[in-house]
C-alpha cells in the first residue's frame, strides 16, 4: 500500500557530499515524523535525522553541523543533505516515515529497500 523509495547514494571521496531523497507513494492519507536511519554490518540501525510533520528537526551530535533532513510535504518527500563526510559515514541509508493510509488511517511506520553510501579516505 505504501512505498518508500531512496536515491541519491554512491561513493564519495572524504570531504564530500551527498543528497539523498526518500519519495513515498501509495494511498497516502497523511504523514508525521520521517526521518533517515543508517546501518553498518555488525551494527545497530542508529538515527541520523529526524523533522516532524511542522518541520522541527532532530540530530544526534554527531550529525549535527553536517547533516541537514528536510521535508516537501507536496511531494512526499524527504531529503538528507551531508556534507564534511568521512569514511566512518559508510552505510547503507534507511529512509523511514510515520504514514495513515487512506485504507483505514492507522499510523504505521514504513521503512525503505535503503541506499549505500560509500565514502572513500
Known amino acids: 500500500q505504501v512505498q518508500l523509495v531512496e536515491s541519491g547514494g554512491g561513493l564519495v571521496q572524504a570531504g564530500g557530499s551527498l543528497r539523498l531523497s526518500c519519495a513515498a507513494s501509495?494511498?497516502?492519507?497523511?504523514?508525521?515524523?520521517m526521518g533517515w536511519y543508517r546501518q553498518t554490518p555488525g551494527k545497530q540501525r542508529e538515527m541520523v535525522a529526524t523533522?516532524?510533520?511542522?518541520?522541527?528537526?532532530n540530530y544526534p551530535d554527531a550529525m549535527k553541523g553536517r547533516f541537514t533532513i528536510s521535508r516537501d510535504n507536496a511531494k512526499n518527500t524527504v531529503y538528507l543533505q551531508m556534507s564534511s563526510l568521512t569514511p566512518e559515514d559508510t552505510a547503507v541509508y534507511y529512509c523511514?516515515?510515520?504514514?495513515?493510509?487512506?485504507?483505514?488511517?492507522?499510523?504505521?511506520?514504513?521503512w525503505g529497500q535503503g541506499t549505500q553510501v560509500t565514502v572513500s579516505s
Open positions: 523511514n516515515a510515520d504514514i495513515r493510509t487512506s485504507s483505514d488511517y492507522v499510523w504505521r511506520g514504513y
Open positions: 501509495g494511498i497516502i492519507f497523511s504523514f508525521n515524523v
Open positions: 523533522i516532524t510533520s511542522s518541520g522541527t528537526t
